[in-house]
């Protein structure tokens, strides 16, 4: 299992929204990321900068990169897109995030 990192944005003014959103997270959104091999996944918010901190953990045996292909990925972000920096596709504006130091 491996820890991933990365950071995104937010738009300005949305910051409740993106809560209140994740805070109604769809069961099968949920369901599709466990399956895929996703635990221990937050999110955090930087409201000076209005960039978001995910971490999550991955299984080495895992089938993430197939999650953007499906039809509830594609619709989760849809409904996001008018509150976060977006790719063309929806998908959301993201940088990986390089781990330097870890303290168990």
Not at 34 to 62: P, Q
Not at 82 to 95: A, F, G, K, L, Q
Request: glycine share 2%.
């Amino acid at each position: 299992m491996r820890k991933i990192a990365l950071v995104m944005k937010l738009k300005p003014g949305f910051e409740a929204e993106y809560k209140r959103r994740h805070d109604a997270l769809w069961p099968e959104m949920a369901d599709m990321l466990r399956k895929a091999g996703v635990s221990d996944y937050s999110i955090f918010l930087d409201r000076e900068t209005l960039t978001l901190f995910a971490v999550h953990r991955l299984e080495d045996e895992n089938t993430l990169a197939d999650l953007p292909h499906t039809d509830t990925v594609k619709k989760w972000w849809a409904h996001m897109a008018d509150i976060m920096e977006t790719n063309p596709d929806n998908s959301p504006w993201n940088r990986p995030l390089e781990e330097v130091f870890y303290l168990e």
